[in-house]
């Protein structure tokens, strides 16, 4: 049987966790409001983006001047997999669902040769340990801004441009609710471009093939910066969650140590007692 | 009647407004819009756009994007925008002055673009202050 001592240090040991992860919680809770913010901030423009592309594009067709080399579609034998993760861990199922979609992705498409371009801290760590073909790496970003995305999609429109890879596809999580992210597998290139029921007869102040090669790239880099919009918001949302299930697991726990502890305490007395008395009956 | 006027950034909003005229500038030349505009698409260039509301103008720096105009709804896809009130006019005189500097910008084209976005950020700090 434990000391009484040994179980009220483990009691003490476990606040002092719980008191870490109350605050992580708390923390998370203050920084996911904000990535929420940046989340709907990006909204009216990406909305708008595509209406735009979906006319434009409308227009380019008419004219005979051949596909937009982002466009262009080809067989897939070469793909960059951006995976977009956390710099950080103790976020719950966060980067272990998205590495085992990575997997799933690659195993998916043997026939296919698919080289990876990692974001964030988790993604990097463990696909440089087992070997996989890396196209660059970068770390994560706390809060996101428009131009920490657009180097990232500028490498892969180059790469796609020169033909060096068939298909660019972007996995991350996006922020459903607070207690739910989903994984996200969206191809962004070749761009398809979005549906627009209504097409508008629009002035052309530039030709719409001009138009149609400054919108692609930007609507490409939205694409990005939004994963990563989405990857922050949801990675403070996870960490909410799991730190939550961690305050009320020690919360648990140290009911549970408590009433042994009790248990313990009373024994001795018991013990004490029957001692004391058995030793005046002797007498 | 008013035309509705929306400037949008990817980082954020920062006019839902309705107005009575906007100057636009172009990336060939400045667009006045008024209520009743034939719907046209276009590029956005650098340079002062201003909105009148209440007979009041107002002013913001653009640097590049989109401009819809559609049924007296202006939408402004900018890659940056700024307010009057959040631009450096030390760091934008700075970076006017580093964009004449050759041993900083070798590329012409792209010191030109500096200098009209430093340009842009003075005008545009100096005319709010009027």
Known sequence: MPSLIDIRRRIRSVKNTQQITKAMKMVSAAKLRRAQDRVIAARPYVSTLRKVLANVAVAASGEDTGENPLMARREERRILLVLVTADKGLAGAFNSNLIRAAQHFIADHAQAEVTLELVGRKGRDFFRKRGARIAGDRLNFARPAYSDATPISGKAMDLYRNNETDAVYLLYNEFKSVVAQKVVLRRVLPVEVPEEIQPVDYIFEQPPEEMLDALLPRYVGMEFFRSLLETAAAEHAARMTAMDAATSNAGDMIDKLTLYMNRVRQASITKEIIEVVSGAAAE | ?130
Request: net charge negative; glycine share 8%; charged share 30%.
């Open chain 2, 1 to 130: 009647m008013a035309l509705e006027l929306e400037v949008v950034t990817p980082e954020r909003e920062l006019v839902r407004d309705q107005v009575d005229e906007v100057e636009i500038p172009g990336k060939d030349g400045y667009l006045g819009v008024l209520p009743g505009h034939a719907a046209l698409l276009g590029e956005l260039g650098t340079g002062e756009l201003t909105y009148y509301t209440g007979g009041r103008p107002h002013y913001l720096a653009v640097h590049g994007g989109f401009l819809e105009i559609r049924d007296d709804h202006v939408r402004v896809l900018a890659d940056a925008a700024e307010r009057p009130e959040e631009i450096d006019v030390e760091r934008a005189r700075r970076k006017q002055q580093e964009a004449a500097n050759p041993a900083i910008h070798l590329d012409p084209a792209q010191a030109v673009a500096v200098a009209l976005r430093a340009q842009t950020r003075i005008a545009v700090a100096e005319r709010a202050r009027e």
